[in-house]
């Protein structure tokens, strides 16, 4: 865990009626690290990324956005600070616009002014995604769906945020594309220091990605540590379920016959 700290959770409780969805769930995420989220389907994960991001309240509990020490941090907006990266970029890449236009009008609403700047920031995205000014012509139909969600992360960057929540953010992708997406979020973060909150199902994947883990279940907190001991020494047998469940780098399906 890390003294400087950007995101903090505090016993977030989320009920819907009288259903328990999140239950006295508390994180810390430091500056410039990656926190993964995760669980089997029905855990938590996504109405924790929606209280933090601001879409749905807590029923109890606290989330901070911790400004940084010592910066006159003048961006209030919650939505300039953290941002969203959705599972599906085609629910939010408008099919007509051209990704060029999609990024410059993210770094409009970032409030970069002056056509030129706006103009140098949006080639600075697409090279930060390993994207080309090729790609600012197209629409989001003519790109895969791993340079899709490259958009989606440079959009996402566009504010400069200090967090992004990302949701299932390469779950759809092939396990390739998975790697390079994950290796563009790597460097992403290395070059910018944006810490990531991020939520999946897939213990292949936090292998890749993550410094810290907390395992849900049921909405519960049931393990909470650096990626090395939850991954390498697990403490819950529930873990050690999902760890048991997931196949291993160099794994290898039994040949037939
Ligand atoms: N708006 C809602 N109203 C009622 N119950 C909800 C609502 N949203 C989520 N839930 C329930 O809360 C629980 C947690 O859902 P959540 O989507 O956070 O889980 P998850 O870990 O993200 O799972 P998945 O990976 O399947 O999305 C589930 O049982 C879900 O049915």
């Avoid at 907006?77 to 099919?95: A, I, K, M, N, W």
């Avoid at 700047?117 to 791993?146: F, I, M």
């Avoid at 290395?190 to 199902?201: D, K, P």
């Avoid at 090395?228 to 048991?244: F, H, M």
């Amino acid at each position: 865990m890390t003294r400087d700290s950007v995101l903090i959770v505090e016993q977030l409780t989320k009920r819907y009626a009288d259903f328990t969805a999140v239950a006295d769930v508390s994180f810390t995420l430091g500056r410039g690290r990656t926190l993964a989220l995760v669980g089997e389907s029905g855990a938590g994960k996504s109405t924790i990324g929606a209280v933090v991001t601001g879409l749905t309240s807590a029923t109890s509990g606290r989330v901070e956005l911790v400004a940084e020490a010592g910066a006159a941090d003048r961006r209030t907006r919650r939505g300039s600070r953290l941002q969203l990266v959705p599972q599906d970029p085609y629910s939010t890449l408008d099919p007509r616009q051209s990704i060029g236009s999609a990024l410059d009008e993210a770094v409009t609403l970032a409030g970069r002014m002056s056509r030129a700047d706006r103009s140098a920031r949006t080639t600075q995205l697409l090279d930060l995604v390993g994207l080309s000014s090729e790609h600012a012509r197209l629409l989001p139909r003519s790109l895969s769906g791993g340079q899709r969600q490259r958009v989606a992360i440079a959009r996402a960057l566009a504010a400069d945020p200090d967090v992004l929540v990302l949701d299932e953010a390469v779950s759809a992708l092939d396990v390739s594309v998975q790697a390079q997406v994950l290796n563009v979020l790597n460097r992403v973060q290395r070059e910018s220091g944006t810490a990531y909150l991020f939520i999946t199902h897939d213990f292949a994947v936090v292998r890749q990605i993550a410094d810290e883990v907390l395992v849900l279940r049921g909405g519960r907190a049931v393990e909470y540590g650096s990626a090395d001991q939850v991954l390498g020494a697990p403490e819950a047998a529930y873990t050690r379920s999902l760890l048991d469940a997931t196949p291993r780098p160099g794994w290898r399906l039994p040949s037939a016959g």
